[in-house]
């Protein structure tokens, strides 16, 4: 009965490769987000989407595209991995968008880029 | 634009200490106010939240207050607990902010038998 899940837990790969993460969300929310948690536990949103809709994207570089096939996933692919993106990704997900409205994190997606 | 300020930790207690961990926030307009809580290998947990000046949140024996005259929504505990330490993250949403969650730089809690 998980809210917000996402997969995998743990990723490691190479420079230069490409990977997804997925995430999901069983909550029936409207709105999704993808945030990235540096070494130093700094967390800085990526991306929003609100009904499959893209809302926010804060200066991300273009190898990082989300896509959202329904309202319930978010999932993001990153191409031509390289050594800073090494982080851990958190997915949330709120019921709407709206300023009062709680964001719900998934367990996050610890990715190592060697 | 818009920011949130907290203490640098660690923050080292004793069991059943008083705890405050500082937050400060700049925002235009009126935004939400949240504490987060990200235990050991865990996501992020919603502690306690504030929509409003002079609202108070509470949750598991922690408070804060929306206080906007000092724009600050500092976080208490009378007593903690060792199951307390973890990093805890004050964020606001909305104001000029839009949507997102802008969080702090976190806080790392510690505490001993």
């Known amino acids: ?114 | 634009g818009d920011s949130v300020t907290q203490m640098e930790g660690p923050v080292t207690l004793s069991e059943e200490a008083f705890l405050t961990i500082n937050c400060t926030y700049t925002a235009t307009g009126y935004p939400s106010l949240f504490w987060y809580v990200q235990y050991p290998g865990e996501g992020l947990q919603l502690l306690l939240k504030a929509t409003k000046a002079d609202d108070k949140g509470s949750n598991k024996g922690f408070e804060a207050t929306y206080r906007k005259e000092t724009t600050s929504f500092h976080l208490e505990k009378g007593s903690v607990q060792v199951s307390d330490s973890a990093v805890y993250f004050c964020a606001l949403r909305g104001g000029g902010s839009t949507d997102k969650l802008i969080f702090g730089t976190g806080t790392r809690l510690q505490v001993f038998p």
């Open chain 1, 1 to 114: 009965d998980t809210a917000v899940s996402q997969t995998p837990k743990y990723l490691v790969t190479q420079m230069g490769n490409d990977k997804s993460i997925k995430c999901e969300q069983n909550l029936g929310h409207d709105t999704m987000y993808w945030y990235k948690q540096d070494s130093k536990k700094f967390l800085k949103i990526m991306f929003s989407y609100n009904n499959k809709e893209l809302i926010i994207n804060e200066t991300v570089p273009n190898r990082f595209s989300p896509k959202s096939p329904d309202k319930a996933h978010l999932n993001l692919h990153i191409n031509s991995l390289e050594l800073g993106d090494s982080a851990v990704y958190f997915c949330a997900s709120s019921q709407a968008q709206g300023q009062s409205y709680e964001q719900y994190f998934g367990p996050g997606t610890r990715l190592t880029v060697t």
